[in-house]
């Protein structure tokens, strides 16, 4: 049901934004007329939430031992010590003020008997470029300070059918990082610097940037990320998350902020296979307004968390991409020692090679170009304060001091140039795309080789922030299933000089249910693939 505009945010909006902290140099505030969330006024928390999984988040609720109101003041604090102070990661832009509410409601429910589901009475965290009602949804920009949507998005209220409790919104690369070609992940004009738990001044990449460093600090229980090309998996495997990007219209896309009708989805952020398959179950459902939703009429799984304690890698046959290696000899390393337990658990392990591999990458930014000035259109049309993009481009030249102090708008002046999704231009590109990471790409290698999922590492370590020369991507193994539309899993395998990194899986067309019990089974064999963060200002030799 649609809510009331809040009177308390995080980050107080308009006129009243704070600009955030980027390399530890705070920006002057503007005066605060909204109040903050006062950890002082909040009971003292029942339950230590660190690492805290939704089992045992349930079974302490049903036992009695606290309540979902115990949990959410518990996170509450946590954010106010954690990210708001302390060492201060800047993740999450907005609270719900209606969450401890929301939770009591939750609270009776059980007592009554009433249990929904797995995620009843979880704190959830969502990205915020996904529509809350009565909390802006800002996608990071400045310019959309002001919006404050009157609906859930879709998948939010399939979270609050199933008992979830919207915790609050976290901080983004603005515009999900398609702005700049020089941009910095995790930084939005409206939310300031993500920084990442495990080494503060390195990045939590983008575009969920937020979600996975609140998660992996365990601001929330498990939280939700949305992806284009990589921005649930590479901010999944930095934070030491599993992170899974669906079929594309497995999980809807109705009321999230788009850049590509075509590759767009959200997705979980959790700190294990069992939490991101518990968030999962609430996630999937079709959509019949998604253009891509009937298509998975009959293919979404009755239950992903159903194979996930029996999984097994033996007699499982894996492709190793091996072209996606050889560019950080750590993150090799820590691979091959994967690579070896997985073989040990009974794993087949067969190196293949993609005969496209990267070839779509040209064809692919024409056709996101195109789908972002025609999907933000739509979205910014309807209520918005800005109504178009062209209007977007204006505003921030007008507060170019605000919106642009380290780079610029280039992929959005891009955009604008485009014509219609009708142009031949774009119809090519978007046919070649897809053919020569789907049909030629994964789902040749998939089928021609009888393999059950392909692996590669999911990126390299996290970079150190730089807002002068932008990020410092050096591999991704994720990108031929971005563009296919087809899953990928993340899952943590230890790090590198305390640098969390993660192997993907790349799988078929609605395959999440057996990805996320091969993960399941890599989860068991590389253990303990997952540290939680140390919070190190800074790496020393």
Known sequence: MPRTTPTLSRRPWPAVLVFGLLLGCAREAPPVDAPRVDPTMMAAPQVDVVELSVAEAQAGMAAGRFSSADLVDAYLARIAAIDDAGPTLNAVIALNPSARADAGRLDAERAAGVVRGPLHGIPVLVKDNI??????????????????????????????????????????????????????????????????????????????SGTGAAIAASLATVGVGTETNGSILCPAAVNGLVGLKPTVGLVSRDGIVPISISQDTAGPMARSIADAAALMQALAAIDPADPAGPAAEGRVA????????????????????????????????????????????????????????????????????????????????????????????????ANADRTQPWFGQELLLRAQAKGPLTESTYLEARATARRLAGDEGVLALLGTQR???????????????????????????????????????????????????????LGAPYAEAELLALGAAIERAVAPGRRPPAFAPSLQP
């Open 451 to 505: 393999l059950d999922a392909l692996l590669a590492p999911t990126t390299g370590p996290a970079w150190p922030i730089d807002p002068v020369l932008g990020d410092h991507f050096i591999s991704a193994g994720y990108g031929a299933a971005a563009v296919a539309g087809t899953p990928s899993l993340t899952v943590p395998i230890g790090d590198v000089h305390g640098l969390p990194v993660g192997l993907s899986l």
């Open 131 to 208: 529509d809350v009602a009565g909390l802006p949804t800002t996608a990071g920009s400045l310019a959309l300070a002001n919006h404050v949507p009157k609906d859930d998005a879709f998948l939010v209220a399939r979270l609050r059918e199933a008992g979830a409790v919207i915790l609050g919104k976290t901080n983004l690369s603005e515009w999900a990082n398609f702005r700049s070609t020089n941009s910095i992940s995790g930084w939005s004009s409206a939310g300031g610097q993500t920084r990442n738990p495990y080494v503060l001044d390195r990045n939590a990449c983008g575009s969920s």
């Open 302 to 397: 009755d239950d992903f968390s159903a194979d996930l304690a029996t999984a097994s890698l033996a007699g499982k046959r894996i492709g190793v991409l091996r072209q996606a290696m050889g560019r950080h000899a750590g993150l090799d390393a820590a691979t091959e020692t994967s690579l070896d337990a997985l073989r040990a658990a009974g794993a087949e392990l067969v190196d293949v090679e993609m005969g496209t591999w990267g070839q779509w990458g040209g064809h692919e930014l024409e056709v996101l170009l195109y789908e972002f000035k025609d999907g933000v259109n739509r979205y910014l049309a309807d209520g918005a304060p800005i109504g178009s993009l062209e209007a977007l481009i204006a505003w921030n030249e």
